[in-house]
């Protein structure tokens, strides 16, 4: 569902408040800890060339932990 929840983003941000897209990449990545989550994102971001900074930038913002628990871990 990580796929799925990152591709909503845009609609988050045009239907919501202005602190819901940053609540809601909290909530979807919070938890997560493998490096296969991690891969998910970087993938995503990677491919969506021309995605908006602003909301490219409260996913890295989100995927922080995610990123280092990760690496951490070294799966």
Not at 30 to 39: I, M, Q
Request: hydrophobic share 35%.
């Amino acid at each position: 569902y990580l796929r799925s929840s990152l591709e909503l983003l845009r609609e988050i941000q045009r239907t919501g408040d202005i602190f819901f897209p940053k609540n809601w990449m909290d909530a979807t990545l919070g938890g997560h800890n493998t490096r296969s989550a991690a891969e998910t994102v970087r993938t995503f971001l990677n491919v969506q060339k021309d995605y908006p900074i602003r909301l490219r930038r409260i996913i890295l913002q989100s995927a922080d932990e995610l990123f280092r628990a990760a690496e951490r871990r070294g799966e």
